[in-house]
């Protein structure tokens, strides 16, 4: 009997020790990407966008991840046509048989006037995977120099050409290990499957604003 609630108590000191060490992670973290956004003089909060605009927008990753929400937001105002959100998103993927806890720092642009056709470009490394109607492979033989290890999805391939073009291609080679999704004004970049340290975040958002500029449908 002792010996159980020595392992009861055990058990409870790692999950409080655990949830000490992540909660300051969490706040240094926090702290971090506050310092970045003054020196950027761009606002920061702790929590979003709102869940509504994010479920409008119409993108495969907020439509299918369960229980989704934003924290970390830095909020870029209106400029080059397109307003922009870098922030950490969390949420369910899977059936309800396997449920991956998903958590990574997307950048999420707004566009005045452009329109995207739905599409979901993944790198080789990405772990999430398309699961919606009219999300087709396209068959990228015919795009121009497009990137070796790119998976390309859609139904739209002719509006596809318009935005995967010779200069666009070019760049994903360039600035590889990124993944793309777009629907109507919204364009959704990522790199990696994971949460984007302080360190590497401004050159994040540089690489980030250079797509997004460059993939507006010519």
Known sequence: MNKIYLLVLAMAALSAAVFFILKRHKAKRRKALVKIAEGLAVDFEEYGPELQLLENTGLPLFIEGGRGFGKNLLRFPHEDGFEAYFFDYICLTGDAKKQINRQGTVALFGFKKTQFPVFYLAADDAAHKPDLSGFEPVD???????????????????????????ETATL??????????????????YKGCGLVSPHDYPGFIEEAKTLAFRLEPT
Not at 172 to 189: D, I, P, V
């Open 140 to 166: 990228t033989s015919s795009f121009a120099r497009f990137p070796a290890g790119l998976e390309l999805y859609g139904s739209d391939v002719v509006a596809l050409h318009a935005v995967f073009n010779r």
């Open 172 to 189: 994903f080679t360039k600035e590889s290990g990124w993944s793309a999704q777009g629907a109507g004004r919204y364009l959704l970049l």
